[in-house]
């Protein structure tokens, strides 16, 4: 079975510029999650999603950030304009039920460089 | 809210060692899940074991085992005999027992170097 896929694997990019993270979950599953990955502050849940809509976005940085789910096989996270701070690893997970005892199923990330 | 304190940020042994990944979280509810979870340089994050606050017996599965002591909020990771492939980052997590959307806090995570 697939697991969660994200794309694409590295991201280099200039200041200023547009970046797209995509994800497909693991079918099936209705929750999905992005997270960041920084030596600063560690792992953080931006944003999850049930069954397409977007539920808590609590964790989302600013307005620069923006994050879609059209469909339950497909979800972007955007980020305009990128600025340095925000290269990180980001990550998609996905659950089946989003119960606290489920386990979350991560794809390989996203590492982002804004140059 | 969960906060989770993982205080080695870096441990390394050498190959056949025992090592305890230590982990300390705070939370105000009286039921939630504990996850261990280890990120292997490939990156991807990868579950490796979930408990209740409601069993406190601890665990063992091959060379990993898992003690959980609700009296001094620790739930930590110990590998037996450590292998060059348990060099990874593993990462604590506390869940709410009634939380939608099973939001994971992580710890800042412990890297474990395994030197041949």
């Known amino acids: 079975d697939a697991g969660v896929i994200q794309s694409p694997r590295h991201e280099v990019t200039e200041m200023g510029q547009e970046v797209t993270l995509r994800c497909k979950p693991i079918?099936?599953?209705?929750?999905l999650f992005w997270y960041r990955q920084t030596m600063m502050r560690g792992l953080e849940l931006l944003i999850y999603?049930?069954?397409?809509?977007?539920?808590?976005d609590s964790g989302m940085p600013e307005d620069r950030f923006s994050a879609k789910m059209p469909n339950a096989s497909f979800s972007t996270l955007k980020i305009q304009p990128s600025e340095p701070r925000d290269s990180a690893v980001y990550f998609c997970a996905s659950s089946s039920t989003g119960r606290s005892e489920e386990k979350l199923f991560f794809g390989s990330g996203t590492q982002l460089s804004v140059l | 809210a969960q906060k989770v304190t993982q205080a080695q940020t870096e441990i390394s042994v050498v190959e056949k060692e025992d090592v305890t990944l230590d982990c300390v979280y705070e939370t105000r509810d009286t039921t939630y899940y504990l996850f261990w979870y280890k990120q292997p340089p490939s990156g991807e994050l990868v579950f490796l074991i979930r408990r209740n606050s409601f069993d406190e017996q601890n665990e063992i599965s091959g060379r990993y085992s898992w003690n959980f002591q609700k009296s001094t909020s620790s739930f930590n990771f110990t590998i037996t005999a450590s292998q060059v492939v348990d060099s990874a980052v593993y990462f604590c997590?506390?869940?709410?027992?009634?939380?939608?959307?099973?939001?994971?806090?992580f710890g800042g995570g412990t890297r474990l170097m395994v030197k041949p």
């Open positions: 079918s099936g599953h209705d929750y």
């Open positions: 999603f049930n069954n397409n809509v977007p539920i808590d």
């Open positions: 997590a506390p869940v709410n027992f009634n939380n939608a959307g099973n939001m994971l806090t």
